[in-house]
């Protein structure tokens, strides 16, 4: 039984955050929520340089080959920063699609080695949530149908998009039409590969759920020591103290169960999808009583436009 | 991460799980809050002892089996899975004994130890004062120096298992002109001691598991100080968090509880179902005390790796407490009409333990530190928010 990360695992975390520090700030997200896209085409590219859409495609498609333990670290800081993209549905759920495809005469290789050189932007669908992630940016779709897999191209899907109180995510309604020309796996395998994504996808919005939790409260511990009330800080009442430790503790103890999800899910385990349904609702509960706590400690301030913390609840 | 057991530890699981089946009481003990019942679980002490297993964390020579976190772990998920009897000396083993090993000489470790991994001594704690609970740095209860020996005055409340114990131990006021957490000694003392007055107090479900305990000038050798004089806070709290912080309560208890949870649940369907959010707090039950049982292993686990213990002793305690309120609560709820049955009312049938889980659980949040407490440590040394 063994807990720990090992030394790459944390070095790669680290430069990723450090990376996201610099150019992740919360003016430059306040910015690109303001953009008709909502996406920034430079961040995107830098964080490709960083590695991040190579992460998960295997090493003969120039990817880095590695996995779900990998990804469940980069996804923490990926919800800390609040980062105003799809890319975890480009590189971590398409190429588990695209990776584990019955024969397709080199279309998966090809994608795979466009997503890993940063040169390619894959939303996928599936029928959990009837709109999809940036799919009017999109280079290829992915969507389901009836189990099958299709990978639509742009041109042959119509997008109109409904905008969310959540700014930086830009979901569509993609209107398209099945097509045996479209279909790129059968029900048989497409049902199996469609469970590895929605667990995948379940396991990345619990991981971001808890950087964003663990945001939020860095958030309220901050301005709950500096804000100041009858000549104190008011992170000195115990009333502000005891709605902290709170979130402290829901975070705290989310984060083994979502260790152990990621495990199940490197390990192809059989309950691997109680597992992450357990990090699921664990990680958002604390996402959400982050959010209630840390409004409140914020006061008024918390229920406006200007401050940061809005970005993160609305994410969370 | 490797998340799997490894054979030795496999090997080691299903050895306590063959001792347990084979020894284990048919029979439930009666409460140790009684003077039979505590006779009884000081036999069940002996009795593991036997099979070196009262204290498995210790060193061997000590009489345990020198296990690390994990293997304890391991033990303690099986000795709740076999219904094995409260430990009645659980003062000693679990918070005395890591004082002792890290403070005590070598003459105290070979004198204290073995007799209580025998259950031939039962320890009772004496921290709190009628003045001094949450605030206990407010301990007045005096050791006055008189040659070789202190003398001491005062009052001690709540200490648990006091009424039949054998021995005491908890801070007292060495140095008279000393403030707050300053001039306090770490002393270890014999209940039949001269001049000690024993009041039992009765807790809220009728039994006497905690007691006064009056000084009328008690005598007390210097060479059972553990520590140096006026070291004694410092030493009660440095294995306060480490120790107590993971061994207090371990998550096997909870999962036991969670597992007994989903059963009676299952046996009352066909009432319990009528509202549906108790098959909510059913299932939530089960996740919060697998997730307490996950976070524990990963403690261990970073600590193995020679990590530092945190706010885990604080973070714990508010878990766990509440889990065990939660469980009971919702087996209140499923069980109806019936939940305020005696364990031994007639009709009752074998649910009554539910009930004194249920009274026990309230006393959670309160004793070890109350929740509000922890939260404080939590938000000050966790999260670095201002002191009041």
Redesign the interface.
């Known amino acids: 039984?063994?807990?720990?990360?090992d030394e790459q695992q944390i070095a790669f975390r680290d430069a990723i955050r450090k990376f996201l520090t610099v150019e992740a700030a919360p003016e430059l997200l306040a910015e690109i929520w303001e953009t008709p896209s909502g996406r920034s085409t430079e961040l995107r590219a830098k964080a490709a340089d960083q590695g991040l859409t190579a992460l998960s495609v295997p090493e003969d498609y120039g990817g880095i080959g590695l996995g779900d333990?990998d990804w469940i670290l980069i996804q923490q800081e990926l919800g800390y920063y609040a980062i105003p993209d799809s890319l975890s549905d480009t590189a971590y759920l398409a190429v588990h699609l695209l990776k584990n495809l019955p024969p397709n005469g080199g279309f998966a290789g090809e994608w795979l080695r466009k997503i890993a050189a940063g040169k390619a932007r894959v939303a996928v669908g599936h029928p959990v949530n009837p709109l999809v992630a940036d799919a009017e940016l999109a280079d290829l779709l992915l969507l389901w149908h009836q189990d099958e897999i299709h990978a639509v191209k742009p041109a042959d899907a119509k997008v109109s998009l409904n905008p969310s109180i959540d700014r930086s995510r830009r979901l569509y309604k993609v209107r398209w039409t099945p097509a045996p020309a479209t279909r790129i796996a059968a029900a048989g395998a497409g049902r199996a590969l469609w469970e590895g994504v929605l667990d995948r996808a379940a396991l990345a919005a619990a991981a971001q759920l808890l950087g964003l939790a663990q945001r939020m409260?860095d958030l309220g511990?901050d301005y709950?020591?500096q804000r100041k009330q009858f000549g104190?800080?008011v992170?000195?009442?115990?009333a502000?103290?005891?709605h902290?430790?709170?979130v402290?503790?829901k975070i705290?103890?989310?984060?083994?169960?979502m260790?152990?999800a990621a495990?199940a899910l490197s390990r192809n385990d059989a309950r691997q999808a109680v597992a992450v349904s357990?990090a699921k609702?664990?990680a958002g509960e604390a996402a959400t009583l982050a959010a209630r706590r840390s409004l409140q400690v914020h006061g008024a301030m918390g229920y406006t436009w200007e401050t940061d913390l809005q970005m993160f609840m609305k994410r969370a | 991460?490797?998340?799997?057991?490894t054979e030795r530890?496999n090997a080691f699981r299903a050895e306590i799980r063959d001792w347990l089946k084979a020894h284990v009481p048919r029979q439930p003990l009666e409460s140790f809050d009684t003077e039979a019942g505590f006779a009884q679980h000081r036999a069940w002490e002996a009795k593991l002892f036997s099979g070196r297993w009262s204290a498995v964390t210790w060193p061997v020579e000590m009489g345990g089996r020198g296990c690390d976190l994990?293997e304890w772990l391991i033990f303690e998920e099986e000795y709740w899975a076999a219904s094995a009897p409260l430990r009645v000396n659980q003062n000693g083993v679990f918070l005395l004994a890591p004082t002792l090993m890290e403070f005590g000489t070598a003459e105290q470790k070979a004198r204290f130890l073995p007799r209580m991994a025998a259950g031939e001594d039962i320890w009772a704690q004496g921290w709190s004062e009628p003045g001094a609970g949450s605030d206990l740095a407010a301990i007045r209860c005096k050791a006055e120096v008189q040659g070789d020996h202190y003398v001491l005055t005062g009052q001690k409340t709540w200490s648990t298992r006091a009424v039949w114990a054998d021995w005491v131990f908890g801070l007292f006021r060495s140095d008279p002109a000393s403030q707050r957490h300053h001039g306090l000694s770490f002393l270890l003392l014999p209940l039949k001691t001269k001049g000690i007055t024993i009041r039992p107090i009765r807790q809220l479900n009728g039994m006497t598991g905690f007691a006064e305990i009056f000084f009328d000038n008690v005598k007390v050798p210097v060479e059972n100080r553990i520590g140096e004089e006026g070291a004694g806070w410092s030493i009660a709290m440095a294995t306060a968090g480490f120790e107590r912080g993971l061994m207090l309560r371990s998550p096997g208890r909870f999962q036991q509880t969670a597992k007994n949870l989903v059963e009676l649940y299952q046996r009352h369907r066909d009432t319990a179902d009528a509202d549906p959010s108790l098959r909510d707090a059913v299932i939530k039950s089960w996740?919060?005390a697998?997730?307490?049982a996950?976070?524990t292993?990963?403690t261990?686990?970073?600590l193995?790796?020679g990590g530092q213990i945190g706010a885990e002793a604080s973070?714990n305690k508010?878990?766990w407490s509440e889990l065990d309120l939660l469980m009971h609560e919702t087996a209140m709820r499923i069980l109806g009409a019936r939940a305020e049955l005696m364990p031994d009312a007639p009709d009752a049938g074998d649910i009554g333990h539910w009930l004194d889980g249920f009274l026990f659980a309230q006393a959670g949040p309160i004793y070890a530190g109350t929740n509000?407490i922890?939260?404080?440590i939590?938000?000050?040394r966790?999260?670095?928010?201002?002191?009041?």
Do not use: C, W
């Open positions: 039984m063994d807990f720990t990360f333990l409260l511990i709950s020591a104190k800080p992170g000195s009442f115990q502000v103290k005891h902290l430790a709170d402290a503790v705290e103890f989310a984060r083994p169960v260790f152990r495990y357990h609702l664990a | 991460m490797r998340l799997e057991y530890q994990i996740m919060d697998e997730a307490y996950l976070a292993y990963a261990a686990s970073r193995a790796r973070t508010i878990v509000e922890q939260r404080n939590i938000a000050e966790m999260l670095g928010l201002p002191r009041a």
